[in-house]
């Protein structure tokens, strides 16, 4: 899937806040996805990067669903 975001984000190398950030991206940019993970208060969407993968918070959750989003997904 795509998402258009509508705040400024970090990428980073996992689904983690304390994960090295790779680059900023910024509201109105859309990325592609193709898959999410819940972890540490997030929904993370994750993309391909560079033969790896690359992670950037969606929104936040709690017990497990997203309560919150930070974009609109297309």
Do not use: C, H, P
């Not at 994960?19 to 990325?31: E, K, N, V």
């Not at 993970?37 to 969407?45: A, D, P, R």
């Not at 993968?53 to 974009?71: L, Q």
């Amino acid at each position: 899937g795509y998402v258009r975001l509508n705040t400024t984000s970090k990428l980073r190398s996992n689904a983690s806040t304390s994960s090295r950030m790779i680059s900023t991206l910024y509201s109105g940019q859309a990325i592609k996805f193709d898959a999410y993970k819940i972890s540490g208060g997030y929904v993370w969407l994750r993309q391909k990067s560079d033969g790896g993968y690359a992670y950037i918070a969606s929104g936040e959750a709690r017990n497990g669903k997203r309560v919150s989003t930070w974009g609109t997904v297309f």
